[in-house]
């Protein structure tokens, strides 16, 4: 890592951590987007990840399938997502002329439909919720020659996304923060950078673990259920819609991981209202920053901490609190307001 400085400006300057090379003819420049101060919480920083090639954080891990399945010479790959990561699938699959298809929510916002329809993805809207939509792409992953891209479970997008700790750590002169704020429905982020922060302890090039604050919307927050009562996974919780759609997973696959590895950190998780949300969105938007509701949820958390405006009877608030006010923050901002452009 001593030759940092001269390397790439993009998440490929990390070679020594990612399990496949660079593809000149796929990649598009993703990583290491900028990490700016909020105007507003002094002692926060936003890592600007919805200035990604299709502005969400899914870059990350989409890059590395796409290379792998070309040096697999998949010709059509499958993805199920609430949106960002099949708008980034579809991208980089097509950059890579491998067919696509996704399978989506009907709720799926307008945007994000339009994205994945303009890469070239075959768009498979499914009736229900997100498990019914993981759970139609699990019986369509069983036909010959297709590649399951899931960046729930394929370890290539975990590695991808964990790059992003990666920049933490380098833009922050090379240490790890106080605490990061990450937001969370399948969890993809938080176990990214969990693995992340280990590596680079692992390696002697940080000292301690950040503490991960995660943050659901309280519309469907079956992980801060589980982290109040001390359980090593959810119970089934009752899901109402919500403006955060990309996290909103009732039934995240890899809950007892993520739970295991937010506790590992000293952190909790919390959860946020849709009022909350959007006065985030607006706070951000404010600053110059128009992101979509799910990439609000962070900054919000932060908000209800530093105004003492969070719930005082939650068992995980009471531990979150002194966190979020506490040293140096960072919050991600995942994706564009674009992708869901209404009104902050």
């Given at each position: 890592?001593?030759?940092?400085?001269?390397?790439?400006?993009s998440?490929w300057?990390?070679?020594?951590?990612?399990?496949?090379?660079?593809?000149?003819?796929?990649?598009?420049?993703?990583?290491?987007?900028?990490?700016v101060?909020?105007?507003?919480?002094?002692?926060?920083?936003?890592?600007?990840?919805?200035l990604?090639?299709?502005?969400?954080?899914?870059?990350?891990?989409?890059?590395?399938?796409?290379?792998?399945?070309?040096?697999?010479?998949?010709?059509?790959?499958?993805v199920?997502?609430?949106?960002?990561?099949?708008?980034?699938?579809?991208?980089?699959?097509?950059?890579?002329?491998?067919?696509?298809t996704?399978?989506?929510?009907?709720?799926?916002?307008?945007?994000?439909?339009?994205?994945?329809?303009?890469?070239?993805?075959?768009?498979?809207?499914?009736?229900?919720s997100?498990a019914?939509?993981?759970?139609?792409?699990?019986?369509?992953?069983?036909?010959n020659?297709?590649?399951?891209?899931?960046?729930?479970?394929?370890?290539?997008?975990?590695?991808?996304?964990?790059?992003?700790?990666?920049?933490?750590?380098?833009?922050?002169?090379?240490?790890?923060?106080?605490?990061?704020?990450?937001?969370?429905?399948?969890?993809?982020?938080?176990l990214?950078?969990y693995?992340?922060?280990?590596?680079?302890?692992?390696?002697?090039?940080?000292?301690?673990m950040?503490?991960i604050?995660?943050?659901?919307?309280?519309?469907?927050?079956?992980?801060?259920h589980?982290?109040?009562?001390?359980?090593?996974?959810p119970?089934?919780?009752q899901?109402?819609?919500?403006?955060?759609?990309?996290?909103?997973?009732?039934?995240?696959?890899?809950?007892?991981?993520?739970?295991?590895?937010?506790?590992?950190?000293?952190?909790?998780v919390?959860?946020?209202?849709?009022?909350?949300?959007?006065?985030?969105?607006?706070?951000?938007?404010?600053?110059?920053?128009?992101v979509?509701?799910?990439?609000?949820?962070?900054?919000?958390?932060?908000?209800?901490?530093?105004?003492?405006?969070?719930?005082?009877?939650s068992?995980?608030?009471?531990?979150?609190?002194?966190?979020l006010?506490?040293?140096?923050?960072?919050?991600?901002?995942?994706?564009?307001?674009?992708?869901?452009?209404?009104?902050?």
């Amino acid at each position: 890592m001593e030759a940092l400085p001269g390397r790439v400006p993009s998440l490929w300057r990390y070679p020594e951590a990612l399990p496949i090379a660079v593809d000149a003819a796929i990649t598009l420049g993703e990583g290491l987007t900028p990490l700016v101060p909020s105007r507003t919480l002094a002692h926060v920083q936003l890592k600007l990840d919805f200035l990604l090639p299709t502005l969400s954080f899914k870059d990350r891990g989409a890059v590395l399938l796409a290379t792998l399945a070309t040096q697999l010479s998949v010709r059509h790959a499958m993805v199920d997502s609430s949106g960002n990561a099949g708008t980034a699938m579809a991208a980089y699959f097509g950059r890579a002329g491998i067919g696509c298809t996704v399978y989506v929510p009907e709720s799926t916002s307008p945007g994000k439909l339009a994205q994945m329809r303009s890469h070239g993805a075959l768009v498979t809207l499914v009736p229900g919720s997100r498990a019914d939509t993981a759970a139609a792409a699990l019986d369509a992953a069983g036909q010959n020659g297709i590649f399951y891209a899931s960046h729930v479970y394929h370890p290539y997008f975990l590695h991808g996304v964990k790059t992003y700790g990666y920049e933490i750590w380098e833009q922050c002169a090379r240490s790890l923060p106080d605490t990061v704020v990450v937001p969370v429905g399948n969890g993809t982020m938080v176990l990214g950078c969990y693995l992340a922060f280990r590596e680079l302890i692992a390696a002697g090039l940080a000292e301690r673990m950040p503490r991960i604050i995660a943050v659901q919307a309280s519309a469907c927050s079956p992980l801060e259920h589980a982290m109040a009562l001390g359980l090593v996974e959810p119970q089934d919780v009752q899901a109402d819609t919500t403006v955060a759609e990309g996290i909103a997973i009732a039934a995240p696959p890899r809950a007892k991981q993520i739970l295991l590895a937010i506790r590992d950190t000293g952190g909790t998780v919390v959860s946020v209202t849709d009022a909350q949300i959007t006065a985030a969105r607006r706070e951000l938007a404010s600053e110059g920053l128009f992101v979509e509701p799910t990439s609000a949820v962070c900054f919000a958390a932060v908000r209800l901490a530093v105004d003492r405006s969070f719930d005082a009877a939650s068992v995980t608030w009471a531990v979150a609190a002194p966190l979020l006010v506490a040293g140096a923050v960072i919050v991600p901002l995942c994706g564009a307001g674009l992708k869901l452009p209404i009104a902050p």
